[in-house]
């Protein structure tokens, strides 16, 4: 009976792979619209600005980060879990930060992105950045929750489930924005 309890994955686990599969199809259809607009006769090439690579590194490194805090809260060295849990919520508020400033040289750079006198290429760029944000802004609040719940002194539940949960949705976001930096990039040349 115990075997077959550890061969069950956890609710909130199995919820989250669920939800992770309906923003994987989301993305597909956004990048799919992406390639079939590309063809018009009006679509602008632009490069990526710079910085675009500088919040692929924040991003990459907050998995590592997460993953190193996972680590540590399943060895129970909580001063390490704090540290790292700590770095991983600064590291996906950079990456957001980083991701405005690119939007912002684009604007200065004469790419619109929105509005009446936007280019389609730059709208969706704009539009499939942005919905990823609002992802990287979802994990940031779950992040933000096990940051207090680490810092908490009344809570005492040694549960690596809420981490376990937390990491798996950060490395996602970090998956989905390397494949969407590819994309752009491709796509852009």
Known sequence: MLSEQRKKIHPHKFALWVAMGSITMMFAAFTSAYIVKRSQSNWLLFNLPVVFWYSTGAILLSSVTIQLALKAFRNRAMLLYRVLITITTLLGLAFVV???????????????????????????????????ILHVLGGLIALSII???????????????PVEIASTYWHFVDFLWVYLFIFFKVMAG
Do not use: D, E
């Open 147 to 161: 940051f207090c719940r680490a810092y908490s002194r009344s809570v005492r539940s040694y549960t690596s489930i």
């Open 98 to 132: 980083l991701q405005c400033f690119g939007f912002a040289t684009l604007q200065h750079h004469g790419v619109i992105l929105l509005g009446n006198n936007s280019n389609p290429a730059a709208s969706f760029l704009a539009i499939i950045t942005g919905v990823h």
